[in-house]
């Protein structure tokens, strides 16, 4: 499937990109060759292959879930630069 220079100019328009002459005709031929290997891919026998979403057997390696004592509002501010009745103290910002 060959790639045309309207083709070009119009994703070019898009993406609001301003392309010169020589930069559409580059791109054209790129894309129809990325285009082409795409269509090559598609004459490969598939048949009995499971879809995957990544090439290695992934494991989430987070911890599970459990209900845990919280730190307590004594602990978390005491590392608090600056608090005020029990919250954390900002600057202001603005008027």
């Not at 060759?33 to 992934?58: C, M, Q, R, W, Y």
Request: zero cysteines; charged letters at 30%.
């Amino acid at each position: 499937m060959a790639i045309s220079i309207q083709d070009v100019e119009h994703v070019a328009k898009l993406a609001r990109l301003d392309l010169t002459e020589e930069e559409k005709k580059l791109f054209a031929e790129q894309l129809s060759k990325i285009i082409d290997n795409f269509n090559d891919l598609s004459a490969v026998d598939t048949t009995g292959i499971e879809p995957l979403a990544h090439a290695l057997p992934i494991v989430n390696v987070l911890r599970e879930d459990e209900v845990r004592e919280s730190l307590g509002r004594e602990k978390l501010m005491a590392n608090a630069p600056a608090t005020e009745n029990g919250f954390f103290r900002v600057p202001k910002i603005g008027d």
